[in-house]
């Protein structure tokens, strides 16, 4: 048995699972508490999704160091042709990427917005993140931005 209760924020939700062990002893009973969730929350970050700067990925800290209204997690779209956002992870977000790589705050070529991961140095993480969201836009983001 299988059961999930909750109610609306800022209430508490809990799951209860009921397993039978099938050796006729006492089923086992196990309960998760994990906090309060806002309402339609889609990566449980703890923010609504009309607060939410990246919808699929939690961020709770909703950190988007260059203001375009994508979290840091979900946007690797660094720079655009003369700085504007072009709203695509493409070669120009590479570039700065690179030009960034194992950079950390005091460096000279530091560039808090090719940190995707945000652990304050630009390096193979942000790569593998970029890499992942290559050719696509940024977000989604349940936030005004730069994008719509």
Request: negative net charge.
């Given at each position: 048995m299988f059961s999930k209760a909750h109610t609306a924020w800022p209430h508490t939700y809990s799951q209860h699972i009921r397993k039978s062990n099938n050796t006729g002893g006492p089923d086992l009973f196990y309960q998760f508490e994990s906090g309060a969730l806002a309402e339609d929350d889609d990566d449980m970050d703890g923010l609504?999704?009309?607060?939410?700067?990246?919808?699929?990925?939690?961020?709770?800290?909703?950190?988007?160091?260059?203001?375009?209204?994508?979290?840091?997690?979900?946007?690797?779209?660094?720079?655009?042709p003369g700085g504007v956002e072009d709203c695509a992870v493409n070669f120009l977000d590479f570039t700065a990427l690179t030009n960034a790589f194992f950079s950390t705050p005091p460096s000279p070529t530091w560039n808090p917005n090719a940190d995707i991961n945000n652990d304050q140095i630009v390096n193979?993480?942000?790569?593998?993140?970029?890499?992942?969201?290559?050719?696509?836009?940024?977000?989604?983001?349940?936030?005004?931005n730069a994008c719509d």
């Open positions: 609504g999704n009309s607060e939410d700067n990246c919808l699929l990925v939690p961020n709770p800290g909703q950190l988007d160091t260059n203001g375009d209204g994508f979290g840091n997690v979900c946007d690797a779209d660094i720079t655009g193979f993480a942000d790569l593998a993140a970029m890499i992942s969201l290559f050719f696509a836009p940024p977000g989604p983001s349940g936030l005004p």
